[in-house]
């Protein structure tokens, strides 16, 4: 049993307890299970493989009762608590919980009253206007659920890439490890970085082609074999997303890469360009047109050779979606994109002062372990509650602990530098939830809508610009408010608070949250061209999801960043300047 599973199941649980209106500790006691499950880097069936509940109850987050459960879970596959729980409603009911703007004391209403207990029976009851008579609800609310209905509905069909490349990159190396095969790859969507993965592309390359097709239909990695042939096996994986593999010979390895690897759009171009040039491209190689026919083999082995063969430098699979890449690739103008070490530091980080799992020193270490040079710790500002947000007497504890922590650095020789910022709520009326006297205080500010969004476009165009006008706001975060696959963006008039942020020397940041990848490719890309600065971040709340800041690399590679548009790209001294800049 998976982390992804186990913290499933306890996810369950909570919201099942929720629609029951059980006691609130206890709902989110086990949310927190949850989300420590899911942050642990190690497999915990293999923790409990080696030192039983013992060896949990080690892990911070973990108490008896967690650990008792995970071993039930592991050991067994499933859990009493859960199924008993489970077995008083329609497995189905769940699924509703997950529709934007449907939470539990409502779900649990509609069940109970009209008996729906499904996704279908929900659509069916707002098509109806059986929804708008029940109390608290009305028309306009009956219409927003169906909305929303549709918008999780259509990304159902798509998993985020946070979810996707972890998997992708495990199944690659297990390949890799097969007798037998002498290339892997997985390609696609989630090769070219895609923020969503309809389904995973995996390729390999071998002169026995059945045997690791055959490995591969019988690997644990598979939920479910749909099609298992000689050169290619199609299943699914634990989730239910589908993924393909095939196996082609060495000759056409690079040639099926780059097939397969896309976009259609791309792919398209590049073919037109090979017609031009006499040459044909196909999965099995570049080969010479005879007429309308495929002649002697010209390029395939690797993929280089493909876009040598049509006159043209290899292209990073990021760029692939025919937004230019061919022309640029042509005029040797494709940009120098930024990469994962251009990275100095991440400047939105939690810790357990707010609303994060790990203390500041925690965070501290785990930014050194990144051979950053620079953490930035970003803390909720008073006015988000449900988060602890800090407020001005703890902000001054704070700041004389990050002062005593760089100076510990200094002593110790250490080249590290802990910044103070914070996340200042952006409130309804534009102002910042700053208290009095601690903008004084900070290294930088970071500032963020989070609370009372508001669907009218120019309210919240307004509100933002409003913030970014105060001359306070060092870097907008996750600008468009969207979370992948629940969230729509807020309205707001984006490429206004663009170029608004622009002029006002106001960088925009990549949030790298999986679920939020905010601002995405075509923004950043946006920023850039209209000569504004990026800031590329993880949001994280705890040591592990700094890792996540690759994520937001492969956003800015999608829309073409160069490292020095990055501000947390640059060295301290000059990053610290620019964050004076109006002090
Ligand atoms: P996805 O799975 O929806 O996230 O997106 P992709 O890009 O992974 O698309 P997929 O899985 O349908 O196909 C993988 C690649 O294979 C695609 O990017 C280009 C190539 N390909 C697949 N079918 C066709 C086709 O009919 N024509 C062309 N030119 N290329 C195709
Ligand atoms: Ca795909
Ligand atoms: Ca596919
Ligand atoms: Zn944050």
Redesign the pocket.
Known sequence: MTNAEIARILEEIADLLDIEEADRFRILSYRRGAEVVQNQSRELASVVAEGGAKALQTIPGIGESLAKKIVEMVETGKLGYHDELLSKYPPTLLDLLHVPGLGPRKVAEIYRELGVASLEDLAEAAQERRLRDLPGMGAKTEENILHNLQVYQESGK?SRLGDILPVAERLRDWLRQQPGVIAADY??????G?E??????LLASSETPAEVCQAFAQSDDLAEVMLAGGTKVSGRLPGGRQV?LRVVAPESWGAALQ??????A???AL?ARAQKQGLTIN?YGVFQLEGEEAGPRVAGETEESVYAAVGLPWITPEL?EDRGEIQAAEQDKLPKLIEETDLRGDLHVHTLASDGHNSLKEMVEAAIACRYEYLGISEHSPSLYVAHGVDGERLREHRVAVDEINADLAKRKRKFTVLLGTEADIMTDGSLDLAEGTWELLDYVLASVHQGFSNDADKITHRVLTALESGKVDVLCHPTGRLLGEREPYGLHLEEVLKAATKLGVALEINAAPQRLDLNDVHARLVQEQGGLLCINTDAHSVDSLQHLRYGVIVARRGWIKAPTVINTWPLGKLRKWLGRRR
């Open positions: 798509r390609a696609g969507s989630a090769r070219r895609r969503t993965v309809g389904d995973l592309d393909d097939y397969f690897t896309g976009s259609q791309h792919n398209v073919r999965e692939r």
